[in-house]
């Protein structure tokens, strides 16, 4: 029988017991992956609105896993039968006054030729005043087959830097070929000598059958990769061993706080896949399937890899999930800082902006294996999101506050055994800090706390009035209730330190190395109240993991050539 803290693991993840008898790696190996095409997505039946935001007020569907209780028991979550809520669902063209820091420039407006609504601030209400009207249904859209924008695609049918690198030498940045996409060019960029990869091979090949001694003597099948690596310059995984190496490569992210879990990854095997557009489709559907309703599944889509013949398809995007950031003509920005140049760089491809909130979508930019970057509009219902309120008072949701649910890191390489698959999206669920004490609150990207603390009415003259930590708090408590209300997973930072020590407390007991970056793991809130904030760690890093090649910060920056 399964213990209460496998039975929470399940609750959100979404795996049920036949999942945990194909995932049992230690005491064999059943098929690990999902394999082949796509699932077909039934589309939204007429009149029925999509479900971009989940608020209070909507109902959740029993049928997909959603309104189940929060991961760590607190708050109530949206569920059939319970009782639309009139705070819900804040629609964007219905938001009331914002910071200064939210605010877009009428002048940039006009420049980009798209609608902005531009709210001054001296047209704040004032306290009590009666707050956003709830959202509005609206009809589905349709679906009809991608419309090709320029260099891009309307797909209308619908972690941050580590500082690991990859063992192959890239050569620089991913070259932009000006050949037909049909061509099967030599990868010049690719640099791994065969005595590397025969050494990286063994090893892998050597865990993988000791973590599962089902697979008896790893002798035949180090054979026939030696063998291959011989004949090809490199060699492909059995879909067990995928799987096997993404969990481990997860299970080694040493700036990674979450890996209790790291056993309940699901694979989607797509490694016959090079192309942009079928890139792009494949991560529409990793959205969805890891939206799971709320119930936020762990889960990664492995692309093609980098060989000697061509290189693998590259996400340009840090994470699937991004909002736009403009800059404008007197340099102030709405939207994410961290993501000006991505948004220029999309608008050079062709996007034309988003209507111009603080939390505009970016578009996937896709580059296949032999083509130049697309770029792809994530369909809504994709994109779940999640708007926010604060449990006792109404600012965040006249700031008209949102945030996505699925954080899929989409820039970084993963590697198993020498062989490189630099495109592979893969995501866990939030912790909240990571919105609520970095995302909004970082001097650099929405830069919440100064107007936070003035709307409290604290002394924000001095910081020994302490103001930053009181906004902080204040900010974060509004992200957990949010999605605790709406019944999306997402942990907070004690429970998860002490998962981590259970994480720890687990391998040792198995004999394995932890490794761990005490810069990453100690939350960036109350630390010294975390039980990992009391110990140090070794930095050792393990492969599997997932790093990053130089190449990919400089296309999430947006500073790539095209």
Same mark, same amino acid.
């Given at each position: 029988?399964?213990?209460?803290?496998?039975?929470?693991?399940?609750?959100?993840?979404?795996?049920?017991?036949?999942?945990?008898?194909?995932?049992?790696?230690?005491?064999?190996?059943?098929?690990?992956?999902?394999?082949?095409?796509?699932?077909?997505?039934?589309?939204?039946?007429?009149?029925?609105?999509?479900?971009?935001?989940?608020?209070?007020?909507?109902?959740? +569907?029993?049928?997909?896993?959603?309104?189940?209780?929060?991961?760590?028991?607190?708050?109530?979550?949206?569920?059939?039968?319970?009782?639309?809520?009139?705070?819900?669902?804040?629609?964007?063209?219905?938001?009331?006054?914002?910071?200064?820091?939210?605010?877009?420039?009428?002048?940039?407006?006009?420049?980009?030729?798209?609608?902005?609504?531009?709210?001054?601030?001296?047209?704040?209400? *004032?306290? &009590?005043?009666?707050?956003?009207?709830?959202? #509005?249904?609206?009809?589905?859209?349709?679906?009809?087959?991608?419309?090709?924008?320029?260099?891009?695609?309307?797909?209308? #049918?619908?972690?941050?830097?580590?500082?690991?690198?990859?063992?192959?030498?890239?050569?620089?940045?991913?070259?932009?070929?000006?050949?037909?996409?049909?061509?099967?060019?030599?990868?010049?960029?690719?640099?791994?000598?065969?005595?590397?990869?025969?050494?990286?091979?063994?090893?892998?090949?050597?865990?993988?059958?000791? %973590?599962?001694?089902?697979?008896?003597?790893?002798?035949?099948?180090?054979?026939?990769?030696?063998?291959?690596?011989?004949?090809? &310059?490199?060699?492909?995984?059995?879909?067990?061993?995928?799987?096997?190496?993404?969990?481990?490569?997860?299970?080694?992210?040493?700036?990674?706080?979450?890996?209790?879990?790291?056993?309940?990854?699901?694979?989607?095997?797509?490694?016959?896949?090079?192309?942009?557009?079928?890139?792009?489709?494949?991560?529409?559907?990793?959205?969805?399937?890891?939206?799971?309703?709320?119930?936020?599944?762990?889960?990664?889509?492995?692309?093609?890899?980098?060989?000697?013949?061509?290189?693998?398809?590259?996400?340009?995007? %840090?994470?699937?999930?991004?909002?736009?950031?403009?800059?404008?003509?007197?340099?102030?920005?709405?939207?994410?800082?961290?993501?000006?140049?991505?948004?220029?760089?999309?608008?050079?491809?062709?996007?034309?902006?988003?209507?111009?909130?603080?939390?505009?979508?970016?578009?996937?930019?896709?580059?296949?294996?032999?083509?130049?970057?697309?770029?792809?509009?994530?369909?809504?219902?994709?994109?779940? %999101?999640?708007? *926010?309120?604060?449990?006792?008072?109404?600012?965040?949701?006249?700031?008209?506050?949102?945030?996505?649910?699925?954080?899929?890191?989409?820039?970084?390489?993963?590697?198993?055994?020498?062989?490189?698959?630099?495109?592979?999206?893969?995501?866990?669920?939030?912790?909240?800090?990571?919105?609520?004490?970095?995302?909004?609150? +970082?001097?650099?990207?929405?830069?919440?706390?100064?107007?936070?603390? #003035?709307?409290?009415?604290?002394?924000?003259?001095?910081?020994?009035?302490?103001?930053?930590?009181?906004?902080?708090?204040?900010?974060?408590?509004?992200?957990?209730?949010?999605?605790?209300?709406?019944?999306?997973?997402?942990?907070?930072?004690?429970?998860?330190?002490?998962?981590?020590?259970?994480?720890? +407390?687990?391998?040792?007991?198995?004999?394995?190395?932890?490794?761990?970056?005490?810069?990453?793991?100690?939350?960036?809130?109350?630390?010294?109240?975390?039980?990992?904030?009391?110990?140090?760690?070794?930095?050792?890093?393990?492969?599997?993991?997932?790093?990053?090649?130089? +190449?990919?910060?400089?296309?999430?920056?947006?500073?790539?050539? *095209?």
């Amino acid at each position: 029988m399964r213990n209460d803290l496998q039975r929470a693991v399940d609750r959100m993840s979404g795996r049920t017991p036949a999942d945990h008898a194909v995932e049992a790696m230690d005491t064999g190996e059943a098929p690990e992956t999902t394999p082949g095409p796509p699932r077909t997505t039934t589309p939204p039946a007429p009149g029925l609105a999509p479900r971009p935001a989940v608020g209070p007020g909507l109902a959740a +569907d029993p049928a997909d896993g959603s309104g189940s209780t929060p991961p760590d028991g607190s708050g109530s979550a949206a569920g059939p039968g319970r009782a639309a809520d009139p705070a819900a669902g804040i629609p964007r063209q219905n938001r009331g006054p914002v910071p200064a820091q939210l605010l877009l420039d009428a002048p940039y407006a006009a420049q980009r030729r798209v609608p902005v609504p531009v709210t001054p601030l001296h047209a704040a209400k *004032l306290p &009590g005043a009666p707050g956003p009207a709830p959202a #509005e249904p609206h009809p589905a859209p349709a679906s009809p087959a991608p419309e090709r924008h320029d260099r891009g695609w309307s797909l209308s #049918e619908g972690a941050r830097t580590g500082a690991a690198q990859c063992p192959v030498a890239h050569g620089g940045l991913l070259p932009v070929p000006e050949r037909s996409a049909a061509a099967q060019p030599e990868n010049r960029a690719y640099a791994l000598d065969l005595d590397t990869l025969h050494r990286l091979a063994d090893d892998f090949v050597r865990l993988h059958h000791r %973590e599962a001694p089902a697979h008896g003597d790893p002798g035949p099948r180090l054979d026939a990769v030696h063998a291959e690596i011989d004949a090809t &310059g490199t060699y492909r995984h059995t879909p067990g061993e995928l799987a096997f190496g993404a969990r481990v490569a997860w299970r080694n992210s040493n700036r990674c706080i979450g890996r209790l879990y790291w056993n309940s990854l699901r694979v989607r095997d797509r490694r016959h896949i090079s192309d942009a557009d079928t890139v792009a489709r494949e991560c529409v559907e990793h959205l969805r399937e890891a939206g799971n309703g709320g119930r936020i599944r762990p889960l990664i889509t492995v692309f093609a890899p980098d060989t000697p013949a061509r290189p693998g398809p590259r996400v340009w995007n %840090e994470q699937l999930i991004r909002y736009a950031g403009y800059t404008a003509a007197a340099g102030e920005i709405v939207g994410d800082p961290r993501n000006t140049g991505l948004t220029e760089l999309a608008m050079r491809l062709g996007w034309r902006g988003g209507p111009g909130t603080p939390f505009d979508v970016l578009p996937l930019i896709v580059q296949g294996s032999d083509d130049k970057p697309q770029w792809y509009e994530l369909p809504q219902d994709a994109v779940l %999101e999640v708007p *926010l309120q604060h449990p006792e008072d109404t600012w965040a949701q006249e700031w008209g506050l949102r945030w996505h649910a699925v954080p899929a890191i989409s820039h970084m390489c993963l590697e198993i055994g020498g062989i490189c698959y630099p495109c592979a999206p893969f995501n866990g669920w939030y912790m909240g800090t990571e919105i609520g004490a970095r995302d909004l609150a +970082d001097a650099d990207r929405y830069n919440l706390l100064p107007p936070l603390a #003035e709307r409290l009415g604290l002394d924000v003259t001095s910081d020994r009035s302490l103001w930053k930590d009181r906004a902080l708090v204040e900010l974060n408590r509004a992200v957990l209730h949010s999605f605790d209300r709406a019944g999306i997973t997402i942990t907070d930072h004690h429970t998860e330190s002490e998962r981590f020590l259970t994480h720890l +407390d687990r391998e040792e007991g198995k004999g394995r190395q932890v490794g761990a970056d005490w810069s990453w793991i100690v939350p960036p809130m109350s630390s010294a109240a975390t039980g990992v904030f009391h110990r140090t760690y070794d930095n050792t890093e393990l492969s599997p993991l997932f790093t990053h090649h130089d +190449d990919a910060l400089v296309r999430a920056r947006g500073e790539a050539g *095209l």
